[in-house]
């Protein structure tokens, strides 16, 4: 019920602030050396938009009875 949606909103919180600072951490390494590695910008940017996908089918799918 609600706890379990309170623990998957902070899990999914986590892993979004986690994915967030792999992002910050690829923009700031290609603003100080002007490029930047292609491998960890497409497997953070796919991750990223796994946890969208999660969250749109979390707020979107019928409640569970």
């Known amino acids: 019920g609600d706890v379990y949606k309170r ?17 910050h951490q690829i923009a700031a390494r290609a603003n100080a050396t002007g490029f930047f ?8 940017y796919r991750r990223l938009m796994e946890k969208v996908l999660e969250i ?7 409640e569970r009875l």
């Open 37 to 44: 590695l292609k491998e960890d910008y497409a497997l953070n």
């Open 56 to 62: 749109q089918a979390a707020v979107t799918q019928p």
């Open 7 to 23: 623990q998957e909103y902070h899990r999914l919180i986590r892993e979004l602030n986690a994915v967030g600072n792999n992002l």
